[in-house]
């Protein structure tokens, strides 16, 4: 089994990378080690990897945006297997086996001889995704973070406060669209457009909290256009994973396909990663990805 440890290096904080090689050169594991330098090296090494047919275990060692590079290079590959070792500041995919998931994660003895499963996978236009993707304020609001980071002074939570309040209180809430769900198209002014595969987004958020990564089933909800008043006041509800509570503020759907478009331009966030057009078509992949975990680990959704 070849293990290969794919790192991006600009995740976590510092002397961060320095531990986490000291910590992959202790194991006793056929193990290479690569580092990204820029947006799509991690599909890359892992595309090139997989392509030699060798049983395979890639490590994305980053945030949700790493695992997203690696799950769209292993994709299909039955010899290949990933995982997400946390580095970055979100790592919302793992956070589906449970409060501790982050340390067990980092637990790489423990992690290379654990269990896998076959996952689910989400199309959206072309681009795989795992966990989550979103597509209203909540999206616009991701996008504007890596465009605030790049401001001088301004940290990783100063830039989402900073994208929050200037896409929440200075700007529309909603944006013109038109879905199809099922067969049925509505069109109307929309806030929040989930897709959930995984079950957790935007550092912490739960819109679903009964979804699975290998149901066989997208969990979709839909916010209409609501007065800030409303959206304050019942977002914490959303977040949590109480749709079902407020049929009249939120509807669901449970499938394998969903289409949205807009004579405006819409941003779409797959795992992290900034998608814009104006037509976007999300549905399950042919394709499936084994992830592997730690033993002892489930991410059955809790009781």
């Not at 070849?2 to 990378?17: E, Q």
């Not at 879905?179 to 912490?204: D, F, H, K, S, W």
């Not at 900034?274 to 592997?292: C, E, I, P, S």
């Amino acid at each position: 089994m070849r293990h290969l440890f794919i790192i991006n290096p600009s995740a976590g904080k510092s002397g961060s990378t320095d531990l986490l090689v000291r910590q992959i050169e202790a194991l006793d594991l056929d193990a290479e080690i690569f580092y990204t330098r820029q947006s799509g090296d991690a599909q890359r090494i892992t595309e090139e990897a997989a392509a030699q047919g060798i049983p395979l275990r890639v490590y994305a060692c980053g945030g949700d945006g790493t695992l997203n590079e690696v799950v769209n290079g292993a994709a299909g590959h039955d010899h290949v297997a990933v995982t997400n070792v946390s580095k970055g500041t979100g790592n919302d995919f793992l956070k589906i086996f449970g409060p501790d998931a982050k340390r067990r994660f980092s637990d790489l003895r423990a992690l290379s001889s654990g269990p896998q499963a076959l996952f689910d996978v989400m199309n959206c236009n072309g681009r795989l995704g795992i966990g989550t993707i979103c597509a209203g304020v909540d999206a616009r609001i991701a996008a504007d973070v890596h465009k605030y980071k790049r401001l001088p002074l301004v940290s990783g939570i100063g830039a989402y406060l900073l994208a929050l309040v200037v896409n929440v209180l200075f700007k529309r809430l909603s944006q013109p669209m038109s879905i199809t769900l099922g067969g049925q198209t509505r069109a109307g002014e929309t806030v929040i457009l989930c897709v959930c595969n995984g079950r957790y987004y935007g550092g912490g958020f739960m819109p679903v909290g009964e979804a699975m990564p290998d149901d066989g089933v997208l969990d979709v909800l839909v916010v209409p256009k609501v007065s800030r008043f409303t959206f304050f006041r019942f977002v914490s509800k959303y977040a949590s994973g109480q749709y079902k509570k407020y049929p009249d503020l939120i509807s669901d759907y449970h499938g394998g396909q969903i289409s949205f478009s807009s004579s405006q331009e819409l941003v779409a966030v797959v795992d992290g990663e900034v998608m814009r057009d104006r037509a976007f078509t999300v549905r399950l992949d042919q394709r499936k990805v084994w992830f592997f975990y730690p033993a002892g680990l489930s991410y059955e959704p809790s009781v």
